[in-house]
């Protein structure tokens, strides 16, 4: 894991608290609130119980999406591809949560599974400061995701795109460019450029 995505593994770890979504037999979402209980350098560790739809979802997907808010109001979110681990996860947990013994005491813990969300890719997002901030990251030989929107060889350097950015962060030139950590992705320079020449990153 490189250290970009490191340092946004370990701050899921420190907020500990985030939302974990999957999708259910119906095709439905289904969202709760989990502790993510280890970080290490190959991944992050969660655990629930067999008799959860969550532990179903799971097992039959294979994939989470977590969301967090850190306190000085940035966010993160994760989208990643995950797997039971032994037992000895689960004893690891306990090791660093202790607070889970007293939900689960004694052998009761072997009752949930130890789930390694072993690769994927996600985006830490600051609302707080002006301009705003983005930063993308992946693990586990997931590629980074590139969302928004880029500036065509169409353009025609009228700069509409850049006085109506509500974060200044498009660039003059002759082919103006979009700054991506500064995007807000809202997608107001494309629906005013007369050139059509803003696209999607992601058609």
Request: charged share 25%.
């Given at each position: ?15 500990k608290i985030a939302s974990a979504a999957t999708v259910d037999e119906g095709g439905h979402p289904q969202t709760r609130i ?170």
């Amino acid at each position: 894991m490189n250290a970009k995505a490191k340092k946004y593994v370990d701050m899921f770890r420190k907020v500990k608290i985030a939302s974990a979504a999957t999708v259910d037999e119906g095709g439905h979402p289904q969202t709760r609130i989990i502790n993510v209980m280890i970080a290490t350098d190959d991944g992050m560790y969660i655990v629930t119980s067999k008799g959860k739809p969550f532990y179903k979802q799971l097992v039959k997907r294979g994939e989470v999406a977590l969301s967090a808010m850190c306190p000085d109001c940035q966010s993160l979110k994760f989208l990643g591809k995950c797997r039971i681990v032994g037992k000895e996860w689960v004893d690891r947990v306990f090791e660093e949560n202790p607070g889970m013994n007293e939900v689960y005491p004694g052998k009761s813990r072997y009752i949930l599974d130890a789930f390694h969300i072993y690769e994927g890719h996600g985006e830490w997002f600051d609302l707080l400061n002006y301009p705003i901030s983005r930063e993308s990251f992946a693990y586990g030989g997931e590629e980074v995701e590139r969302n928004g929107f880029r500036i065509s060889d169409k353009c025609t350097g009228c700069g509409i795109c850049a006085r109506v950015c509500p974060q200044k962060a498009v660039r003059e030139g002759s082919t103006y460019v979009i700054e991506e950590e500064h995007c807000l992705q809202c997608g107001l320079c494309a629906e005013k450029c007369p050139a059509d020449a803003v696209v999607r990153l992601h058609p």
